[in-house]
């Protein structure tokens, strides 16, 4: 989400992972203040593709442990 603020605009992004009867993961993410939404737009990308990211290597890591799977 993009909105007016003094000076610039403010950005955060929401993502969402759905699953069989509802979401299996969800994150906010306060990106803070920019200069023009461009900018923000990119930023928000950027976040929310380095969080996908992110959870996809985490539930390819064997359950129970932190060490990722070799496998």
Do not use: H, K, N
Request: proline residues 4%; hydrophobic residues 45%.
């Amino acid at each position: 989400m993009i909105v007016p603020a003094d000076g610039g605009v403010c950005a955060s992004v929401a993502v969402v992972g759905p699953e069989r009867g509802g979401l299996r993961s969800q994150r906010f993410i306060d990106l803070g203040q920019f200069q023009d939404a461009e900018s923000a737009f990119s930023a928000a990308i950027g976040a929310a593709e380095a969080w996908i990211d992110d959870e996809a290597r985490r539930t390819r890591r064997t359950p129970g442990t932190d060490f990722a799977s070799l496998f």
